[in-house]
Structures are given as C-alpha cells and as structure tokens.
Nanobody
C-alpha cells in the first residue's frame, strides 16, 4: 500500500515561516505530481501548490511570492516553504500525490493533514 505522511505544521506568528514536508512511501512505481491543498474552517478545500515530476509548478494567487513548493524525487518527498504567513493561511494542509503504484494502477493518494495556525 501507499502512504503519505505530512509534518511541519504548528502555530506561528503573523509574518513568520513554516516548512511542511510530505513523504510518500510504500508500493510506488512512479509519481507524476505532488501537491499541497488546504481547507480552512467553513471553506472548501483548495489547491495551494502543485509540482510535476519535471519541475513545473502552479500556485494559488493568494500565496504567490510567499510559498514555494519543491520536491526531492529520490526520496519521494514534497516540501512547502511558507513565508510571510498571514492569519488567512490558517488551515489544515493536505499532501496529495498522483502516482502509479506497483500494481500499475494510477491513483490519487492523500495524507492525513497537518494543522497550520497563524495567530498572534
């Protein structure tokens, strides 16, 4: 089976920084894209950042210039560096991977989520 495990969330002051990480493990043949989503209370889940295996990236407008997504393909790990954090960034952040497992099935997997709280 495949598991995605996030870490790095927590409480931070406005203007501060956090770095999230997500490691994919298990029966993985290849990973096409890895992404970060977030869901704030009372809101729908939204795509924050996505990165393909080739390095192409996409960001939601609200985080451009502040967040950076990166990958270590050798370790099947994706990171999200979050700078200049705002209270509006408070949400549960979820790791997402579009991959082919060892049974040659293309599937989308989700992590369990990690809480990010930006507050004074």
């Amino acid at each position: 089976q495949v598991q995605l495990v996030e870490s790095g969330g927590g409480l931070v002051q406005p203007g501060g920084s956090l770095r999230l990480s997500c490691a994919a493990s298990g029966s993985i043949r290849s990973i096409f894209t890895m992404a970060w989503y977030r869901q704030a209370p009372g809101k729908q889940r939204e795509l924050v950042a996505r990165m393909s295996s080739g390095g192409n990236t996409n960001y939601v407008d609200s985080v451009k210039g502040r967040f950076t997504i990166s990958r270590d393909n050798a370790k099947n790990t994706v990171f999200l560096q979050m700078n200049s954090l705002k209270p509006e960034d408070t949400a549960v952040y979820y790791c997402n991977a579009d991959l082919v497992n060892s049974d040659y099935q293309r599937r989308v997997y989700w992590g369990q989520g990690t809480q990010v709280t930006v507050s004074s």
